[in-house]
């Protein structure tokens, strides 16, 4: 398929990252198809658990965890060369 490697382009115009599902961890990539911009667990349509986003040099660039959609705990941003930037706590509700 022609547009394995970029970005889906909906009907409504909004963009919608190529994305595959790896041993339960749903993995969307940068537009140029080959570097990992998100990856973490959804169940029935909610992130869940641990999460990363990652720049599309494939630097780490934030980390956190969600508990059924709603991020919760220790939430990490990372500086442009993946070292620990700045740490913000988030409660649920």
Known sequence: MENEKCDFLHPNGVKEKKLEVIDGYTIKYH?????????GKI?????????E????????KRSGYFDIGEP???WITYDSEGKKYKTSNRSKG
């Open 31 to 39: 537009a140029n198809g080959k570097t990992i911009w998100s990856k």
């Open 43 to 51: 169940i029935d349509d909610t992130p869940t658990g641990y999460w």
């Open 53 to 60: 986003w990652y720049r599309s040099d494939g630097t780490l």
């Open 72 to 74: 919760v705990g220790e």
